[in-house]
């Protein structure tokens, strides 16, 4: 009688918490159990969070009122500055850049081109659709539905597309001086333009084919194929005219880019929690990189991933002593990255269209054209340098001195910039400042390495008052180091394609050089 009394009670038990939605255990406890009525959906998750949120931080009364008056404020007088803008571009293209085809037709496609292959690029690596790094740690691992999850990030996403679409598409016709009627049309086109590019990389994130490095070459390569599309089309091409797209394009462009939605919004909830923290690592990495202006970070943030995984044998059998291998090691680096061989080809053929208009021909313009064009393919050949800034044991590892080994890094970067100058000076058919422009290359390579190697920002530097509000000193001594030396390094070139090329000046751009290589090996 005794022992039975244990079992009934249990058998009791065990009926109470059958009814009551739980499971009995093997020590008569009950096991709780969740029914499906219990669980939040992903939707009620975010609701409960938003309002803890709220509880904890009160909103301040007009708060959005005052957001969005100053998001309307800003459009208008981008809207301002571009129609006074107009008239100006409008003269420039005029003048005798349609004998080279240059039209401002030409330049409206280079711009929609150029928007919707990069705006692709960025949608692929921050998502589109994700969570913030707060909802990957709590959210994910909860049984909630993914798409109520995700939803906010997907409505962020289609409104900065077609934003972004908006100014992309109506700002060049404003430019090119097409009618009203015809910048709405325009506009409409660069929207649904930037609608179809969420909604389809969202569809291509939802079934796993933006998880390999695949997608990121391609994007590359279209990248680098749009400046050399146009540079063919500005050379050989006629000149086209300002044109406006038939109302009929922004409604098929959109009809697709509504079916393209409604299949990504479907598969939502096959998201895995590794993409997600992925994203939301990428996207943190690039908004700390933009609120600090590192333009190094903001690109390995949007980066295709790892590089190619190619081997290059003969490279380290032609390794003599520890610069030859440090040579090696950077030109392997430099050749397993498509982003910086394509890079390094886009800049050339920009470069090349950018000298066809008149006033970048010759004088100053060409001199700007030559130094920007030329830093930043310094700065596409420099990843071995950028890597060792960012890693300072590597160039430890190496039985050199701190300054012989950052002299020997210049090498890649300097040759980067003058294939860029030599193949613009080649495709604009001129290049008779090129024995300035020589010396000038090194310069400009020692400006990249001086950039890569430029360290952190110090942040304690204290700020100056301006009547713009505060300016953060270190801040803007961090971004100038290497810009600097660009600047500075390249007065002589700029005195030849002013003045023409003397012996005097070809003398001044070598001991510029020279100096700006210890420069940047300090």
Known sequence: MTGEAPDAGTAASSGTAARSGTAARADGLPRLAATDDESLTGAELRRLTARVRAHNLPAEPGRVALDVAEVAISLALVVLYLWGFGGPVRELLGSDATAFGLGPGLI?????????????????????????????????????????????????????GVGAGLVVGGAPAVLAGVGLAGIGLDAAFGAALGLLVVAGTGALQVSGATSGSLPGRVLDLLLAAVPVAGLGLALWAPAWGAWTVPWGVPAALAAAGVGTLVVWVRGLDRLRAGELRARASAAMQAS??????????????????????????WLPGTARGPAGALLAADATLLLRSPAALAALLALASAGAVAVQVPALADGIGLWAVLAG??????????????????????????????????????????????????????????GSWLAVAAPAAVVLGAAAVRAAYRGPVPWDVPMIATAAGALPTGLVLHQLKGP???????????LSVVTGVTPALVVAQVVAAAAAVWRAAR
């Open 373 to 430: 064009v030329g830093y930043a393919g310094a700065l596409a050949g420099a990843g071995g340098p950028r890597a060792a800034g960012e890693n300072p044991r590597l160039d430890a590892l190496v039985p050199l001195g701190a300054r012989a080994t950052r002299a020997v890094r210049t090498v890649w970067p300097v040759l980067a910039a003058a294939a860029v100058l030599l193949l613009v000076a080649v495709v604009s058919g001129g």
């Open 288 to 313: 700390a990189a933009l609120l600090s202006l590192d333009g190094g970070g903001v690109s390995r943030a949007l980066g295709s991933g790892p590089t190619a995984a190619r081997t290059f044998a």
């Open 108 to 160: 409206q496609a280079l711009v929609l081109a150029l928007a919707a292959v990069a705006g692709t690029a960025v949608a692929l690596r921050l998502g589109p659709g994700g969570l913030p790094a707060a909802g990957v740690r709590w959210w994910a691992p909860t049984p909630a539905d993914r798409a109520g999850l995700t939803s906010p990030s997907v409505v962020r996403a289609l409104l900065a």
């Open 484 to 494: 600097d030396v660009a600047l500075l390094g390249t007065l002589p070139l700029a």
